[in-house]
DNA sequence: AAACCAGGCAACCGCTCTCTG
DNA sequence: GCAGAGAGCGGTTGCCTGGTT
């Protein structure tokens, strides 16, 4: 490959936030010319940006049909159910929620579901501490602790694997840990309709 | 009021897959 | 069947914003 080239095209490449005007240009020109060719199409409509880059930009952004706003509890549900049986193929769960990108549910699972998943875990490293130092003393207190922070193990372990797993009997927030409020109204809400899903 | 921190999200990077010649 | 180019995907990063101290 010419390396003068590639040089120079280096130079006029941006990256970073989009500007309006960089969207406008995007948007007028799938407009008039539909998709197509991601890099030509760049270069075609005087973009200063990579092919990879514009196609991000539109699918995650500058679609008209794509759906801004927060994840409804019915759509963290299907996020659950179908990231349970698929795990991170992220672009496939996508496909089974209209206006939703790809992108928007990695995040979405990253910053929300995996925080909780995290947090359980802690509960559970935390109440077996508290069982084994009281000997089992209270045996259905700490039976319900341990098949909670088995749940969630169970989860998280096939979640790494990819592997599907019984969600029924998943996530029954008992409000046995120190803290309560971990899990909102919502999540809660959610939880209690993947129950009745699998049911 | 200022500094710090954590969460959320847009965007980039690198790898894999698919298509075409 | 092979190589190169482009598209697609998942992981990661960095910035912005709102909350807390």
Redesign the pocket.
Known sequence: ?DKRTCDSQDVEVR????TMEEDLILINYIANHGE?????LARSAGLKRT???C???WL??LRPDVRRGNITPEEQLLIMELHAKWG?????IAKHLPGRT???I???W???IQ?HIKQAENMNRLSSNISEHNNIQQASTSQTSTSLADSIETYSGNNNNNNNINMGTTFHHQGNFPNENIWSMEDLWSMQLLNDANN
């Not at 990256?15 to 989009?18: D, E, Q, R, T």
């Not at 197509?36 to 030509?40: E, F, K, L, T, Y």
């Open positions: 490959m990256k970073g936030p989009w197509g060719v991601w890099n030509s092919g990879k880059s196609r991000l930009r995650n952004y991170n193929r992220w672009s496939k790809d992108n928007e990695k995040n979405f990253r910053t929300r925080k």
